[in-house]
Nanobody, 123 residues
């Protein structure tokens, strides 16, 4: 499966963005999907995930309640809605997919990756 991430950009603190991860080559229903983010010199950090059955998982308390992951099966797309953005949310955001139904938080558990989309939050 090939993944294409998009939707990043420059937004002011408190603003919102919706990232999209579109799959081609296979139906996305066969994959668990995770969103990760990465800043220079750091490892990819788990943000949120959605299992094949639609169960959601999110990361740290700082993101819980602000970020929501969802899936549109008709469009073969997984979204990450990000609200109340903060400057510390600035990063490159990646979507990853795996055929196992679980949604682990380690980037090493995901086989397929999109190219990343830059999110910059100004103060």
């Amino acid at each position: 499966v090939q993944l294409q991430a998009s939707g990043g950009g420059l937004v002011q603190s408190g603003g919102s963005l919706r990232l999209s991860c579109v799959a081609s080559g296979r139906t996305f229903l066969n994959y668990a999907v995770g969103w990760f983010r990465q800043t220079p010199g750091q490892e990819r950090e788990f943000v949120a995930g959605i299992s094949r059955s639609g169960v959601r998982s999110s990361s740290a308390d700082s993101m819980t309640g602000r970020f929501t992951i969802s899936r549109d099966t008709g469009k073969n797309t997984v979204y990450l809605q990000m609200n109340s953005l903060k400057p510390e949310d600035t990063a490159v955001y990646y979507c990853g997919a795996r055929t196992d139904p679980r949604i682990p938080t380690s980037e090493n558990a995901y086989k397929y990756w999109g190219q990343g989309t830059q999110v910059t939050v100004s103060s």
